[in-house]
């Protein structure tokens, strides 16, 4: 990091990923003092991966809080930003790349509805992507449905920018919601019903080998061409991926390409305060650009909507639908990424909304899709 300071105490603290250091939010156990000030550990963005041993090696670096604010973390290689057209396809479900799994963390806490994590991939640099765009995973076995092939492809939204958690374009991440199967009748869990491929990807351990195709995609990629546009994204779960990896070319990363200068609001829909993913990091952007970047969540199972029902992402966008009328009317992109029952009860809040305001949704619909300012990735 250009921004180092170095020479003011020679320290070896605890060596701690990107990924968990979002986890602790900057716990206590991070912080050192010297000089009376406060100082924070912070991993570097070199990543030195040996896969004959499950440690993988940070430079570690000391930097005062101020800094850790206002300075951005270099990227590298700066040749991703020369394409003038997305990757798309370069590795398909007949001839996949095989790229090896760094880490798997778990992202929720104890009183989460299920298990989410955090998968960070090592493709060396020979699978590229765009933010926005998507991993297709072949997970290992047969295809129960046609034996003697492998499993259907099962597309992921990449959670990282084109430079990966480790900032050097060699790894991209995941978010996966373990999917568990609970028969109705008993109440335990069926796991021969299980995702194949959610829980394969969630068992996975550092080191171990893992079948990629794509990247797919183009509808989510992040519009660069005005970087004081403003950006509105609205996700549940882990439908958050791709506003993960456009919040961190943001906020995040120098690149000298792309300098956010816009809005970028994100609402967030879990089911309650441990469901939040990535929660520490959004945080942080909010306290450093506080003029850029709004952050609402919508906790269903702890708050409760002006009718006193359970709270949704829906229910947050008509409390601000005002103000998304007039973004979206002044030239504003409208994000929606997570599972496809999200949607119609948001489109009926929007239609809501807009009737009354004396608008037909039908024809503001229409015209959002023409001007490209719509774009939608459900599964």
């Not at 590795?91 to 095989?98: H, N, R, V």
């Not at 869990?189 to 794509?214: R, V």
């Not at 549940?236 to 970028?264: D, H, S």
């Not at 952050?295 to 103000?323: F, H, P, T, W």
Request: charged letters at 25%; one cysteine or more.
């Amino acid at each position: 990091m250009a921004h180092a300071l170095g020479a003011r105490a020679s320290v070896s603290p605890s060596v701690r990923t990107d990924a968990s250091l979002r986890k602790t939010g900057f716990k206590d156990h991070n912080k050192l003092r010297f000089d009376n000030k406060l100082w924070i550990t912070l991993s570097s963005v070199n990543l030195k991966s040996r896969y004959s041993s499950t440690k993988y090696q940070f430079k570690v670096m000391s930097m005062s809080v101020q800094q850790a604010v206002r300075s951005k973390i270099p990227v590298q290689p700066l040749e991703l930003e020369n394409a003038n057209e997305p990757p798309l396809n370069l590795y398909k479900p007949k001839e996949p790349y095989t790229a090896t799994i760094v880490s798997v963390e778990r992202l929720v806490g104890p009183k989460a509805p299920g298990e989410t994590c955090h998968i960070v991939i090592d493709h060396g640099g020979n699978v590229p992507y765009w933010e926005g765009q998507s991993y297709g995973i072949i997970p290992p076995g047969e295809n129960p449905k046609k034996p003697g092939s492998p499993h259907n492809v099962r597309l992921y939204s990449i959670a990282s920018t084109r430079y990966g958690d480790s900032f050097d374009g060699k790894t991209a991440s995941l978010c996966v919601r373990r999917a568990i199967y609970y028969d109705p009748e008993t109440g335990k869990e069926d796991p021969s019903k299980n995702g194949t491929c959610s829980n394969f990807l969630c068992n996975s351990k550092p080191g171990d080998k893992i079948q990629l195709t794509g990247p797919s995609g183009k509808i989510m990629l992040l519009p660069e061409g005005d970087p004081n546009a403003t950006h509105i994204m609205i996700a549940t779960g882990t439908g958050v991926a791709p506003f993960r990896g456009y919040l961190r070319r943001m906020f995040m990363e120098a690149v000298t390409t792309y300098k956010f200068g816009g809005l970028a609001w994100l609402f967030l829909g879990v089911a309650n305060t441990d469901s939040l993913l990535y929660d520490a990091e959004f945080s942080s952007y909010l306290k450093d650009y506080p003029d850029n970047f709004r952050y609402d969540k919508a906790l269903s199972r702890e708050q409760k909507n002006k009718n006193g029902g359970k709270m949704y992402v829906q229910d947050k966008i008509e409390e601000y639908s005002d103000e998304i009328f007039k973004l979206l009317d002044g030239g504003a992109h409208i994000y929606f990424c997570g599972l496809k029952g999200m949607m119609p009860g948001i489109q009926d809040t929007l239609k809501r909304v807009a009737e009354q305001r004396g608008e037909s949704w039908d024809a503001k619909l229409s015209q959002l899709k023409k001007n490209k300012q719509w774009h939608v990735e459900v599964y």
